[in-house]
């Protein structure tokens, strides 16, 4: 089992940032791929971005060149840097490892970005 705990939510004006992080303990072995999704209300949960452990980055559309994934080795995480934040980028966001036909999920933690 993997347990992943999210940090870095908040409320942000149009244009800001925010980083959010993701510290997985338990069997971190097992995973290969870590990444982020994000549900929006009335909207399904979509991958935002993903890396691998040879640290290759994979992000959605909307997102190419405003955010950013990396990970901390040392520290058993990987991040989500969010800059140019736009209103539509308003969800709960989710911590995502896979590895071994298993996928563990974070909690949420909500995204918002409103004037």
């Known amino acids: 089992q993997v347990q992943l705990v999210e940090s870095g939510g908040g409320l942000v004006q149009p244009g800001g940032s925010l980083r959010l992080s993701c510290a997985a303990s338990?069997?971190?072995?097992?995973?290969?791929?870590m990444g982020w999704y994000r549900q929006a209300p009335g909207k399904q949960r979509e991958l935002v971005a993903s890396?691998?452990?040879?640290?290759?980055?994979t992000y959605t559309g909307s997102v190419k060149g405003r955010f950013t994934i990396s990970r901390d080795n040392a520290k058993n995480s990987w991040n989500l840097q969010m800059n140019s934040l736009k209103p539509e980028d308003t969800a709960v966001y989710y911590c995502?490892?896979?590895?071994?036909?298993?996928?563990?999920w974070g909690q949420g933690t909500q995204v918002t970005v409103s004037s």
């Open positions: 995502n490892a896979e590895g071994l036909g298993y996928r563990f």
């Open positions: 338990g069997s971190i072995l097992m995973i290969s791929i």
């Open positions: 890396i691998t452990k040879g640290d290759i980055p």
